[in-house]
């Protein structure tokens, strides 16, 4: 009786003879005792070794998978897709233990896979057995299992999974890798909304260091899981956007030969019997190859700063998005260019992550992102006038604090209604030398930064293209020119103007989210304290 | 008579008045002094300071582009656009000069805009005067000029240039960015075929470090264009084809606390008091990111090695095309999407990037990529065999030295007819610790090399997912197990079964071209001896 049923259950799957089950028993336990986990040995004592055990082939340990087989046969289902599978008979799932409660003949064990959830039950009977129920209630927490169910339609929503309208029956279940019973943090700790009220007024929350140390925990929060997906969404529409405008993706070199503005703030590398150094931005080579015709290009890669800002907005490594880009006559060309890639990947991210933005909003507190199109342009000495009017007292020619920085944010969001804005002709003494000045005002340049939640996002600025001047500016800037030899010679074989701008990708994906702290959309981040994990 | 036809001439365009045109003569002739063009200079002191000069405000030397004017009524056509031109009256092109040359009372110039060229005449008369073409004449090759035309069918091709049904006649010419009159290569030097007699017999070629150490101006030749859009469309293709696939984006660190494989060929960075190093592969952040439920993931980004060689095919800095994916059973899943995924990047090459392969192949003798689909999968033990068959000694557990790997792609070229193929189960003993061992034959391990053209491209793996096994093997290879704890520590918490593998983004589009040297295929490439510029 019982050997048919197992015949039946195990179709495609391990050996079913008493013979066989007890030899995979064995196994099981021999791994158990590797992993040191006594709660599932002691489970598998009861089970595994007692020939009156009729589920035993129906669960345990599984073999490392080494690749010894391929069980091409054995079809997986995803969560998402489950409803399709409600009345359909056994199928395969495989997903981690979210969390799992045996009490007395049944198992309650909630399923996860990256962002899903589905409830699962064991409850004794034919198929399973008392042993099998307390196995499946004493797997820990995070292991990956694999399990063999029937999808049956409920009639209430499960309010506690994302897969609210089924639950499975599970009629095998197998650990593929099992996690270590004590957790640094819990999923359910990580994942808590940021104000939501305990109803045991503990307010668990999981503090950043921790969140970090442990990141390959933390990284599965349905938050984070939607943060970094919508992270690699700016990072594709940046790409698709521009390339459908024209621009050709190149790389460039993190190790060059000398610090490109004047040596602060940079990384030093022992290189060879040599020392070299990081690139705090890819701009000049962006240059070289607009001056070898190019005409429009983009990179994405690492840009490195040796600033020691413990702030919630500097990394020493960032993903710098840059562009570069030759025009006719005026640099408003790239401006505009510019502009309307911001309001292109913000529509590309409202249209197509708002699952992710969604996510990320069980977790913490997002407005809506507001964007005008096309972006408001505001002047330098119009944002001054603004700041002003708000009682702040500011020079012509100061650069703007951050605290001031973020009053214009709010003040600009209050009159324009516009996370977004451009703010255009920097003074120039603030600017780096390689600055086109404006010509029709000395104090003020062909430079400008964009802004998302009143935050500096892209700083960028036509780029001087004949050398003379570039050496005459920067003589005016006190620097050696000797020194920037090949950047000025880069442009004495002809070359069109041109300007660009450099976009730092996580603070994009902080501002858009509005997330507080830079950490929190870098997988790995690094900052003056922080070079692990 | 003039006065009107300067007005008609000039609707748009620089100020027409004497008055004006003196104003720009004089503009023009200091921007001359300043960049010490003495011909230019005695060209505008003939045209700029004659007021009998009837042509004197269609030509000199623009002001510097500052942005002072949008001019957006004038209209910019692109040279393979031109045949729209034809009979439709004045447009304005921007260019570089390519070859100019004044006889008599004629200027014959080819325009060049990136790999397109067409010829433009200016020729004595009512418009243009003998100081105009004599300016024309003198401009110096690589300058970036302004011209308006009118676009002329011609009754025989011209085989001179890229657009040959046309020629252009110029009625006005400015030049934008001169460049200087001596250049360290000539673009048609440094564009001649390789197998090209010359004529004279002189086989004038352009040395590779004369080409790096001018790279922006060696980035103009019509074969580097090409080879730099061929390589931004295998990372577009790599990451489409992925995200098709469902693979996640993600970024890794470059600056890493411990070296990742013993401390070898690692460049050593200076982190504030500390020291750091640079990553000489993501695969750690890739598989922990497998281990935070990303499931399958790539990453473009910079790669360092510090290893002392100087061969046709090390860099010490490349970017990495790496991927990595969870899989159920057998890594062979993974293999077959790697394989599968080559596939579709050599089709897509073959496909969309055709003009440009036959760009370069104007240079370099370019045989077309063989490849099948699927993909030819060997054994190592297989490869061993067909060199042992060509009269090769080779041990069962030895690596494949570079010449073997070379003829083994060409035995495998002569019997398959395929410049792709995939060898698998590599010999333990070869590969590192984290490499997980067959299960079936200890000799050897579930890894795999892949190769285009004989040459290595891909080196991956199933890598081992178990803590405690993973000890056992590090140990095995005397290393340092408290030194790789935050490795082992990620995948106690429940990590599936996963492959991979890192692909060298320059050496694809080198072997894939055929190309002899990786240098070709770096915009900026870095060895031990070049870090410039």
């Known amino acids: 009786m019982v050997e048919d049923k197992e015949n039946t259950a195990n179709a495609g799957q391990e050996p079913v003879s008493k013979k066989a089950a007890k030899k995979q028993a064995k196994a099981a336990k021999k791994a158990e005792l590797k992993a ?47 409803n399709a599978q409600i009345g359909k008979g ?10 799992s409660r045996a009490k007395g003949k049944q198992c309650f064990l909630i399923l996860r896979q990256q962002s899903s959830t589905v409830q699962c039950i064991l409850a004794v009977g034919d198929i399973i057995s008392k042993e099998m129920v ?8 995070e292991s990956i299992i694999d399990i063999q169910a029937k999808a049956v339609a409920v009639p209430n929503k499960i309010e506690s999974c994302t897969e609210q309208s089924l639950e499975l029956f599970v009629e095998q279940i197998f650990v593929i890798s099992q996690a270590k019973a004590q ?8 994942s808590r909304p940021e104000n939501a009220d305990d109803a045991e007024g503990l307010n668990i929350r999981v503090n950043q260091d921790t969140r970090l140390d442990n990141r390959v925990l933390d990284l599965r929060t349905p938050a ?138 069980q977790q913490y507190k997002v407005e809506p992102f507001k964007f005008l199109e096309p972006p408001l342009i505001l002047n330098f000495a119009d944002g001054v006038a603004m700041l002003r009017e708000a009682g702040i007292e500011t020079g012509d020619e100061e650069d703007l604090s951050t605290p001031n920085e973020k009053l214009l944010g709010r003040l600009v969001k209050a009159k324009y209604d516009t996370d977004f804005y451009i703010l255009d002709k920097f003074p120039l003494a603030i600017r780096p030398f390689y600055t086109m000045p404006d010509p029709n005002n000395p104090m003020y340049s062909n430079s400008y930064d964009m802004f998302m939640r009143g935050e500096e996002i892209l700083s960028g600025a036509q780029r001087i293209h004949v050398p003379e001047y570039l050496i005459e500016r920067a003589k005016h800037h006190g620097i050696d020119t000797t020194k920037i030899a090949a950047y000025i010679e ?15 990708m996580e603070r994009v994906v902080m501002l858009y989210l509005g997330l507080d702290n830079i950490r929190k959309t870098s997988m790995f981040p690094r900052d003056p304290k922080r070079l692990t994990p």
């Open 90 to 99: 056994l199928f395969w799932v495989r997903g981690r233990v979210h969390t």
């Open 490 to 504: 880069s442009f004495r074989y002809g070359c069109p103007p041109h300007a660009g701008g450099g976009i730092g």
């Open 224 to 361: 984070n899981q939607a943060i970094f997906r919508l992270e690699a969404g700016v990072c594709r529409l940046f790409r698709d956007i521009l390339s459908d405008k024209g621009f050709t993706e190149i790389h460039t070199p993190k190790i060059i030969s000398a610090a490109s503005e004047g040596g602060a703030n940079v990384f030093t590398v022992s290189y060879f019997k040599d020392s070299a150094y990081l690139a705090q931005s890819p701009q000049l080579y962006k240059q070289m190859a607009i001056a070898a015709d190019f005409d429009k290009v983009y990179t994405v890669g690492a840009v490195f700063r040796a600033e020691d800002s413990n702030t919630h907005r500097h990394l020493t490594e960032f993903v710098g998005l840059d562009l570069e880009m030759a025009f006719k006559y005026h640099y408003h060309e790239v401006l505009h260019t510019i502009g309307n890639t911001f309001t292109a990947i913000f529509k590309g991210l409202r249209d197509k992550y708002s699952r992710e933005i969604e996510a990320v909003g």
């Open 183 to 190: 957790l640094p943090l819990q999923i359910e700790d990580a």
């Open 36 to 82: 040191g986990n006594a709660a599932a040995a002691a489970a598998d004592e009861a089970a595994g070794d007692n020939a009156a055990d009729h589920a035993a082939a129906r669960y345990g340990l599984s073999e490392m998978i080494q690749s010894k087989d391929k069980r091409s046969e054995r079809e997986f289902v995803l969560l998402p897709e489950l």
């Open 134 to 141: 307390k196995f499946a209630g004493n797997i820990p927490k």
